[in-house]
């Protein structure tokens, strides 16, 4: 299984990034998907889920309103769209995969992707 993220980079306070996420996972649509992000020494953690299908996400509440989940089944890919950013959404992003959601959820999914870096400046 490997994720390759993107969609990183610099952005002022207020700005937004979209960050994609895609999988080489044969069945990928047997898949729940999740973001994590870890800030400088911090612990990682859960940003937003979503399920299978795409009905169910989830978010940590930092993010509600300002941060959309979503996937796209066909083409193997899961997005995070991140409106209103402020410098303490500033971390590496991951995109995670398991066949179960609530893991996803609990943080322990069974692969991880490499990381993308968010910048947001004040």
């Known amino acids: 299984v490997q994720l390759q993220a993107s969609g990183g980079g610099l952005v002022q306070a207020g700005g937004s990034l979209r960050l994609s996420c895609e999988a080489s996972?044969?069945?990928?649509?047997?898949?729940?998907m999740g973001w994590f992000r870890q800030a400088p020494g911090k612990e990682r953690e859960f940003v937003a889920a979503i399920d299978k299908n795409g009905v169910r996400t989830d978010y940590q509440d930092s993010v509600k309103g300002r941060f959309t989940v979503s996937r796209d089944n066909a083409k193997k890919m899961v997005n995070l769209q991140m409106n209103n950013l402020t410098p303490e959404d500033t971390a590496v992003y991951y995109c995670?995969?398991?066949?179960?959601?609530?893991?996803?959820?609990?943080?322990?999914?069974?692969?991880w992707g490499q990381g993308t870096l968010v910048t947001v400046s004040s």
């Open positions: 996972l044969r069945a990928f649509s047997s898949y729940a």
């Open positions: 995670a995969t398991d066949t179960s959601y609530p893991a996803v959820v609990a943080g322990i999914p069974g692969h």
